[in-house]
């Protein structure tokens, strides 16, 4: 079965301890990107990548890093979160750069 | 900078009437115009999109139309149905990088 997957689906955690959520897509994707929403504001763009190796800032990349090594994997790496980053946050890919996101099904991250 | 708008943030309407959604955006060199539905405790999926050499798009119940000129778009959905109830997102292309600028999302809340 396509999909987008995230692990974890649920994670509270506290100030300045780094988690990581990993993403993974089995549709050969080059594009991925990581979202955040919150209430009121949509999704914003945190970071996105065109491909292997090839990484860019979104709208609120502030606090955040990425990596892109393999093209299926683009894990969010949070070095010293904070409570505002407490938000869901989603992933997506899409074969190339302005086609069709398909979304993973959301991490929810509380940081107290 | 870049925003788009979406009205209404909620919108409640009976079975089997219509329900209109409406965005507008600023960026005029926007090009690509999706919608996304987003079911309780899941991710966004792509419902209908359109690009700006179309006016207007249609797939069964639901329809987009596009004024260029005005820079807004709308969601039309039409004999709505229980499964309809969701939350609705515009997004427009980013005309520097082709990276999706998104609205606030609807709230589509449809009554038996």
């Known amino acids: 079965e396509a999909q987008v997957t995230q692990n974890p689906r649920y994670l509270i955690t506290v100030t300045g301890k780094k988690l990581t959520v990993t993403c993974s897509q089995n549709m050969n994707h080059e594009y991925m990107s990581w979202y955040r929403q919150d209430p009121g504001l949509g999704l914003r763009q945190i970071y996105y990548?065109?491909?292997?190796?090839?990484?860019d800032k979104g709208d609120v990349p502030e606090g955040y890093k990425v990596s892109r090594k393999e093209k299926r994997n683009f894990p969010l790496i949070l070095e010293s979160p904070s409570p505002n980053q407490t938000s869901l946050y989603f992933c997506a890919s899409s074969l190339q750069d302005g086609g069709e996101q398909y979304f993973g099904p959301g991490t929810r991250l509380t940081v107290t | 900078g870049e925003n788009v708008e979406q009205h209404p943030s909620t919108l409640s309407v009976q079975e089997g009437d219509s329900a209109v959604i409406k965005c507008t955006y600023s960026?005029?060199?926007?090009?690509?115009f999706p919608w996304y539905k987003q079911e309780l405790g899941k991710g966004p999926q792509l419902i209908i999109d359109?690009?700006?050499n179309v006016g207007e798009k249609k797939d069964q119940r639901i329809a987009v139309t596009l004024n260029k000129t005005a820079k807004h778009f709308s969601l039309h959905i039409t004999e709505t149905q229980p499964e309809d109830s969701a939350v609705y997102f515009c997004a427009a292309e980013r005309g520097s990088n082709y990276q999706l600028i998104w609205g606030a999302g609807t709230k589509l809340i449809i009554k038996p």
């Open positions: 990548s065109m491909n292997v190796e090839v990484t």
């Open positions: 960026d005029s060199a926007s090009n690509y």
């Open positions: 359109i690009r700006s």
